[in-house]
C-alpha cells in the first residue's frame, strides 16, 4: 500500500515561496490532495484532485503532481500560512484513504 | 453552512467501548459518504474508515477492522463509530469528515478520546 513521504519541516521567509513535497512510486498516476491544519483546529482541504483550488483558498495555493512526486506551493507566504500540511490519496486496491506524514510550515 | 459536530469523547480504560456520535447539518447529508480519521497527540491525521451515503458499504483501516464498526442513521443525519476492545494508542482526536469523490471536503472539530488505564 502507499506511503506517502513528505519533509517533516519547511522554513520560509514572508513573501517568499514553499514548496511541500509528497512522495512515493509512480504518485503521478494518482489525484493527490492537500490539507492545511492549523494549531488547535481541524484540517482544511486547500487542493484537491492534484491542482484544483476549492472556494476560498488563495490563488497564492497551487498544486502540481507527476512521476514520484507531487508538490503543494504556496507563493508569496504569509504568516497565517504557518501549519501542519498534509498530502492525501485514494488507494484503490485496498480500498483506503492514505494521508501523507506531514510537513510543518515555518514563517520565519 | 455545513457543520458536523462530534460527541461522546472521554476517558475510558483499555479494553472498554465508547462510541462516538457525529451530528450533520446545512446539507444533504443522505448524498454523501462519510469518514472518520483520528489524529493521536502531536502525530499525523490517520484514516479509520468510511462509510458510502446509503450505508451499504464500509471500509475499514487494518488496525481497527474487527474493533470499531461505523454506522449511520440518515433520517437523523447522524453517523457513528462504535469503539470496542480499546487500546492506549486509540488515544487521539477523532474527526468526522465529508467526502467528496476521493477526497474530503468538509471535517468536524474533533473530539477527544483517551485510553488509560
Known amino acids: 500500500s502507499y506511503v506517502l513521504t513528505q519533509p517533516p519541516s519547511v522554513s520560509v521567509a514572508p513573501g517568499q515561496t514553499a514548496r511541500i513535497t509528497c512522495g512515493e512510486n509512480n504518485i503521478g498516476s494518482e489525484s493527490v490532495h492537500w490539507y492545511q491544519q492549523k494549531p488547535g483546529q481541524a484540517p482544511v482541504l486547500v487542493v484537491y484532485?492534484?491542482?484544483d483550488r476549492p472556494s476560498g483558498i488563495p490563488e497564492r495555493f497551487s498544486g502540481s503532481n507527476s512521476g514520484d512526486t507531487a508538490t503543494l506551493t504556496i507563493s508569496r507566504v504569509e504568516a497565517g500560512d504557518e501549519a501542519d500540511y498534509f498530502c492525501?490519496?485514494?488507494?484503490?486496491?485496498?480500498?483506503?484513504?492514505?494521508f501523507g506524514t506531514g510537513t510543518k510550515v515555518t514563517v520565519l | 453552512q455545513v457543520q458536523l459536530v462530534e460527541s461522546g469523547g472521554g476517558l475510558v480504560q483499555p479494553g472498554k467501548s465508547l462510541r462516538l456520535s457525529c451530528a450533520a447539518s446545512g446539507f444533504t447529508f443522505s448524498n454523501y459518504a462519510m469518514h472518520w480519521v483520528r489524529q493521536a497527540p502531536g502525530k499525523g491525521l490517520e484514516w479509520v474508515g468510511v462509510i458510502w451515503y446509503d450505508g451499504s458499504n464500509k471500509f475499514y483501516e487494518d488496525s481497527v477492522k474487527g474493533r470499531f464498526t461505523i454506522s449511520r442513521d440518515n433520517s437523523k443525519n447522524t453517523v457513528n463509530l462504535q469503539l470496542n476492545s480499546l487500546r492506549v494508542e486509540d488515544t487521539a482526536v477523532y474527526y468526522c469528515?465529508?467526502?467528496?469523490?476521493?477526497?474530503?471536503?468538509?471535517w468536524g472539530q474533533g473530539t477527544l478520546l483517551t485510553v488509560s488505564p
Open positions: 492525501q490519496v485514494w488507494d484503490s486496491s485496498h480500498d483506503h484513504y492514505v
Open positions: 469528515a465529508r467526502a467528496r469523490s476521493n477526497y474530503i471536503d468538509f
Open positions: 484532485d492534484d491542482s
